[in-house]
Protein backbone atom coordinates (compact mmCIF):
# COMPACT_ATOMS: atom_id res chain seq x y z
CA UNK A 1 0.00 0.00 0.00
CA UNK A 2 1.55 3.52 -0.79
CA UNK A 3 1.63 5.60 1.88
CA UNK A 4 0.42 9.35 1.41
CA UNK A 5 2.22 12.05 2.59
CA UNK A 6 -0.03 13.69 5.10
CA UNK A 7 -1.09 17.80 4.97
CA UNK A 8 -3.60 19.65 6.77
CA UNK A 9 -5.88 21.90 5.75
CA UNK A 10 -5.16 25.95 5.55
CA UNK A 11 -6.51 27.57 8.89
CA UNK A 12 -6.44 24.71 10.91
CA UNK A 13 -4.97 25.40 14.93
CA UNK A 14 -3.30 22.99 16.68
CA UNK A 15 -2.81 23.21 20.39
CA UNK A 16 0.58 24.39 21.57
CA UNK A 17 1.44 20.93 22.35
CA UNK A 18 0.73 18.97 19.39
CA UNK A 19 2.29 21.74 16.25
CA UNK A 20 4.90 18.95 15.72
CA UNK A 21 1.62 17.76 13.61
CA UNK A 22 1.48 20.08 11.92
CA UNK A 23 1.61 19.17 7.67
CA UNK A 24 2.11 21.33 4.49
CA UNK A 25 -1.15 23.05 4.12
CA UNK A 26 -2.98 22.78 0.84
CA UNK A 27 -6.08 23.88 -0.49
CA UNK A 28 -7.84 20.53 -1.29
CA UNK A 29 -10.48 22.65 -3.56
CA UNK A 30 -8.13 23.75 -5.88
CA UNK A 31 -7.46 20.02 -6.44
CA UNK A 32 -8.39 18.82 -10.02
CA UNK A 33 -9.51 15.49 -9.77
CA UNK A 34 -13.16 14.14 -9.32
CA UNK A 35 -12.17 11.65 -5.75
CA UNK A 36 -9.19 11.18 -3.80
CA UNK A 37 -8.54 10.33 -0.14
CA UNK A 38 -5.98 12.07 2.98
CA UNK A 39 -5.14 10.45 5.80
CA UNK A 40 -3.98 12.97 8.43
CA UNK A 41 -2.82 12.98 12.29
CA UNK A 42 -4.15 15.82 14.37
CA UNK A 43 -3.65 17.10 18.13
CA UNK A 44 -6.31 19.01 20.33
CA UNK A 45 -7.75 21.79 18.20
CA UNK A 46 -10.70 23.60 17.25
CA UNK A 47 -11.13 24.13 12.97
CA UNK A 48 -12.54 27.16 11.69
CA UNK A 49 -15.83 26.84 9.76
CA UNK A 50 -15.04 26.01 6.26
CA UNK A 51 -16.85 24.20 3.66
CA UNK A 52 -15.66 22.44 0.23
CA UNK A 53 -16.84 22.03 -3.07
CA UNK A 54 -16.37 18.37 -2.68
CA UNK A 55 -18.68 15.88 -0.56
CA UNK A 56 -17.05 14.12 2.18
CA UNK A 57 -16.37 11.07 3.99
CA UNK A 58 -14.87 11.46 6.77
CA UNK A 59 -13.54 8.09 9.43
CA UNK A 60 -11.69 9.06 12.56
CA UNK A 61 -9.26 5.97 12.65
CA UNK A 62 -7.85 6.65 16.09
CA UNK A 63 -9.73 9.16 18.67
CA UNK A 64 -12.94 10.94 18.81
CA UNK A 65 -14.08 14.17 17.56
CA UNK A 66 -16.68 16.02 17.04
CA UNK A 67 -18.36 18.30 14.30
CA UNK A 68 -20.75 21.12 14.11
CA UNK A 69 -23.04 20.83 11.15
CA UNK A 70 -25.68 23.37 10.14
CA UNK A 71 -27.52 23.55 13.92
CA UNK A 72 -26.34 20.22 15.11
CA UNK A 73 -23.21 18.54 16.50
CA UNK A 74 -22.49 15.32 15.62
CA UNK A 75 -19.85 13.06 17.59
CA UNK A 76 -17.49 11.18 15.22
CA UNK A 77 -15.99 8.40 17.17
CA UNK A 78 -13.79 5.35 15.92
CA UNK A 79 -15.53 2.75 13.87
CA UNK A 80 -18.18 5.64 12.92
CA UNK A 81 -18.27 7.15 9.74
CA UNK A 82 -19.29 10.94 8.82
CA UNK A 83 -21.13 12.00 5.52
CA UNK A 84 -21.03 15.62 4.61
CA UNK A 85 -22.49 17.20 1.56
CA UNK A 86 -20.46 19.21 -0.67
CA UNK A 87 -20.70 23.00 0.87
CA UNK A 88 -21.95 22.05 3.65
CA UNK A 89 -20.75 24.80 6.42
CA UNK A 90 -18.96 22.63 9.58
CA UNK A 91 -15.98 23.02 11.97
CA UNK A 92 -13.88 20.05 13.62
CA UNK A 93 -13.31 19.86 17.79
CA UNK A 94 -10.99 17.43 19.37
CA UNK A 95 -9.77 16.95 23.01
CA UNK A 96 -7.16 15.21 22.24
CA UNK A 97 -4.95 13.23 19.29
CA UNK A 98 -6.88 11.73 16.25
CA UNK A 99 -6.00 10.33 13.54
CA UNK A 100 -8.98 11.54 10.20
CA UNK A 101 -9.51 9.30 7.01
CA UNK A 102 -10.97 11.72 4.68
CA UNK A 103 -12.55 10.73 0.67
CA UNK A 104 -13.35 13.68 -1.23
CA UNK A 105 -15.82 12.82 -3.60
CA UNK A 106 -17.42 15.11 -6.81
CA UNK A 107 -21.07 15.76 -6.46
CA UNK A 108 -21.14 15.70 -10.62
CA UNK A 109 -20.66 11.79 -9.85
CA UNK A 110 -22.28 11.12 -6.33
CA UNK A 111 -25.39 11.95 -5.13
CA UNK A 112 -25.19 13.90 -2.60
CA UNK A 113 -26.16 12.81 1.00
CA UNK A 114 -29.78 13.01 2.01
CA UNK A 115 -29.55 15.20 4.50
CA UNK A 116 -26.54 18.30 5.35
CA UNK A 117 -24.23 15.75 7.73
CA UNK A 118 -25.10 11.54 8.68
CA UNK A 119 -22.86 10.04 11.12
CA UNK A 120 -23.51 5.74 10.73
CA UNK A 121 -21.52 2.66 12.04
CA UNK A 122 -18.70 1.68 9.63
CA UNK A 123 -19.05 -1.95 8.39
CA UNK A 124 -15.73 -4.16 8.27
CA UNK A 125 -16.19 -3.25 4.09
CA UNK A 126 -16.39 0.52 4.95
CA UNK A 127 -13.41 0.09 6.97
CA UNK A 128 -10.97 -1.70 4.51
CA UNK A 129 -12.53 0.76 1.44
CA UNK A 130 -11.65 3.79 3.47
CA UNK A 131 -8.56 2.66 4.33
CA UNK A 132 -7.35 1.71 0.55
CA UNK A 133 -8.71 5.09 -0.58
CA UNK A 134 -5.55 6.50 0.84
CA UNK A 135 -3.64 5.40 -1.79
CA UNK A 136 -5.10 7.17 -4.28
CA UNK A 137 -4.36 10.76 -2.60
CA UNK A 138 -4.42 13.93 -4.57
CA UNK A 139 -1.24 13.83 -6.31
CA UNK A 140 -2.40 10.88 -7.65
CA UNK A 141 -2.59 10.57 -11.95
CA UNK A 142 -5.99 11.94 -13.11
CA UNK A 143 -6.94 9.04 -15.71
CA UNK A 144 -5.99 6.36 -13.21
CA UNK A 145 -8.74 3.67 -14.28
CA UNK A 146 -8.29 1.78 -11.17
CA UNK A 147 -8.89 4.91 -8.90
CA UNK A 148 -11.89 5.23 -10.79
CA UNK A 149 -13.93 2.17 -10.42
CA UNK A 150 -12.79 2.35 -6.93
CA UNK A 151 -14.60 5.71 -6.14
CA UNK A 152 -17.21 5.02 -8.18
CA UNK A 153 -18.01 1.80 -6.22
CA UNK A 154 -17.41 3.12 -2.52
CA UNK A 155 -19.64 6.31 -4.05
CA UNK A 156 -22.48 3.37 -4.62
CA UNK A 157 -22.02 2.03 -0.81
CA UNK A 158 -21.61 5.03 0.93
CA UNK A 159 -25.36 5.28 -0.10
CA UNK A 160 -26.72 2.30 1.44
CA UNK A 161 -24.02 2.65 4.53
CA UNK A 162 -25.55 5.95 5.36
CA UNK A 163 -29.63 4.40 5.08
CA UNK A 164 -28.60 3.11 8.78
CA UNK A 165 -27.51 6.73 10.30
CA UNK A 166 -26.84 6.70 14.00
CA UNK A 167 -28.40 9.27 17.00
CA UNK A 168 -24.78 10.85 17.89
CA UNK A 169 -26.16 14.07 17.45
CA UNK A 170 -27.19 17.16 19.69
CA UNK A 171 -29.12 19.88 18.21
CA UNK A 172 -27.56 23.64 18.59
CA UNK A 173 -30.20 26.66 19.72
CA UNK A 174 -31.75 29.31 16.95
CA UNK A 175 -32.22 31.66 19.82
CA UNK A 176 -30.04 33.08 22.75
CA UNK A 177 -32.21 31.44 25.06
CA UNK A 178 -32.21 28.28 24.47
CA UNK A 179 -28.69 28.37 23.61
CA UNK A 180 -28.42 29.28 27.46
CA UNK A 181 -30.32 26.89 28.65
CA UNK A 182 -28.50 24.28 26.28
CA UNK A 183 -24.86 25.26 27.87
CA UNK A 184 -25.93 25.02 30.96
CA UNK A 185 -27.13 21.72 30.31
CA UNK A 186 -23.76 20.49 29.22
CA UNK A 187 -21.96 22.72 32.09
CA UNK A 188 -23.70 20.77 34.59
CA UNK A 189 -23.70 17.05 33.42
CA UNK A 190 -21.64 15.80 36.57
CA UNK A 191 -24.45 17.18 38.70
CA UNK A 192 -28.06 17.23 38.32
CA UNK A 193 -29.06 20.02 36.45
CA UNK A 194 -32.55 20.22 36.38
CA UNK A 195 -35.24 22.11 33.52
CA UNK A 196 -36.29 24.91 36.27
CA UNK A 197 -33.02 25.75 36.65
CA UNK A 198 -32.43 25.75 32.88
CA UNK A 199 -35.56 28.04 32.37
CA UNK A 200 -34.23 30.58 34.75
CA UNK A 201 -30.72 30.78 32.60
CA UNK A 202 -32.80 31.30 29.64
CA UNK A 203 -35.12 34.14 31.40
CA UNK A 204 -38.07 31.89 30.03
CA UNK A 205 -40.51 29.93 32.07
CA UNK A 206 -40.95 26.25 31.73
CA UNK A 207 -43.34 25.87 29.68
CA UNK A 208 -41.82 28.44 26.93
CA UNK A 209 -38.45 26.62 27.32
CA UNK A 210 -40.47 23.53 26.58
CA UNK A 211 -41.67 24.91 23.76
CA UNK A 212 -38.13 26.14 22.19
CA UNK A 213 -36.66 22.64 22.76
CA UNK A 214 -39.67 21.51 20.36
CA UNK A 215 -39.74 24.18 17.96
CA UNK A 216 -36.17 25.11 17.28
CA UNK A 217 -34.60 21.81 18.02
CA UNK A 218 -37.27 19.00 17.51
CA UNK A 219 -36.10 17.62 21.04
CA UNK A 220 -36.92 17.55 24.69
CA UNK A 221 -34.96 19.02 27.57
CA UNK A 222 -34.74 15.45 28.74
CA UNK A 223 -33.80 13.86 26.02
CA UNK A 224 -31.05 16.64 25.02
CA UNK A 225 -29.77 15.98 28.93
CA UNK A 226 -29.79 11.88 27.88
CA UNK A 227 -27.71 12.75 25.03
CA UNK A 228 -25.46 15.27 26.01
CA UNK A 229 -24.53 13.18 28.59
CA UNK A 230 -23.87 9.75 26.47
CA UNK A 231 -22.28 11.71 23.84
CA UNK A 232 -19.72 13.58 26.84
CA UNK A 233 -19.36 9.67 28.06
CA UNK A 234 -18.18 8.67 24.83
CA UNK A 235 -15.47 11.31 24.68
CA UNK A 236 -13.87 10.43 28.32
CA UNK A 237 -14.50 6.86 27.78
CA UNK A 238 -11.87 7.40 24.63
CA UNK A 239 -9.28 9.14 26.59
CA UNK A 240 -6.45 6.97 27.61
CA UNK A 241 -6.92 5.89 31.42
CA UNK A 242 -10.66 6.25 31.37
CA UNK A 243 -12.82 4.35 33.94
CA UNK A 244 -16.31 3.50 33.46
CA UNK A 245 -17.50 4.35 36.68
CA UNK A 246 -15.69 7.68 37.41
CA UNK A 247 -17.33 7.96 33.96
CA UNK A 248 -20.66 7.50 34.70
CA UNK A 249 -20.26 9.70 37.79
CA UNK A 250 -19.06 12.59 35.44
CA UNK A 251 -21.94 12.05 33.33
CA UNK A 252 -24.41 12.81 36.21
CA UNK A 253 -24.91 8.88 36.42
CA UNK A 254 -25.65 7.76 40.16
CA UNK A 255 -25.69 3.61 39.17
CA UNK A 256 -22.76 2.59 37.12
CA UNK A 257 -25.03 -0.16 36.27
CA UNK A 258 -28.00 2.50 34.80
CA UNK A 259 -25.20 3.81 33.33
CA UNK A 260 -23.74 0.77 31.20
CA UNK A 261 -27.53 -0.08 30.15
CA UNK A 262 -28.64 3.45 28.53
CA UNK A 263 -24.80 3.57 26.80
CA UNK A 264 -25.54 0.00 25.23
CA UNK A 265 -28.63 1.43 24.28
CA UNK A 266 -27.43 4.84 22.56
CA UNK A 267 -23.68 3.13 21.34
CA UNK A 268 -24.67 -0.75 20.77
CA UNK A 269 -21.62 -1.13 23.26
CA UNK A 270 -20.98 -1.86 26.71
CA UNK A 271 -18.74 1.21 28.06
CA UNK A 272 -16.06 -1.65 28.95
CA UNK A 273 -15.85 -2.97 25.59
CA UNK A 274 -16.14 0.49 23.95
CA UNK A 275 -12.92 1.85 26.09
CA UNK A 276 -10.48 -1.57 25.53
CA UNK A 277 -12.02 -1.11 21.64
CA UNK A 278 -10.79 2.56 21.56
CA UNK A 279 -7.31 1.57 23.71
CA UNK A 280 -6.46 -0.96 21.06
CA UNK A 281 -7.41 1.59 18.69
CA UNK A 282 -4.84 4.26 19.89
CA UNK A 283 -2.36 0.97 20.04
CA UNK A 284 -2.76 0.09 16.54
CA UNK A 285 -2.68 4.03 15.41
CA UNK A 286 0.79 4.74 16.84
CA UNK A 287 2.26 1.67 15.30
CA UNK A 288 1.80 2.78 12.11
Known amino acids: MQILSRHRPQGWADAPETRSLARLAFDV?????PAFGIEEDYGPLVSPWHGHNKHQLLYAAAGTLKLEVEGSQWLLPPHRAAWIGARVQHRVHAVSR???????LSPRQTPSPPSACLVFAATPVAREMIRYAMRWGPDRHTHDATARAFFT????LIDEWAQVALPFRL????SPELGRAMQYAIDELSFTPTVEDAARRAGLSTRTLARRFADEAQTSWRQFLHHARLMRAMELLAVPG???????LAVGFDSPGAFTRAFEEFTGDKPKDYRERRSKQRGRADGE
Open 29 to 33: DAVNL
Open 98 to 104: FTLRTVY
Open 153 to 156: ALAA
Open 171 to 174: PTAQ
Open 242 to 248: ARVTETA
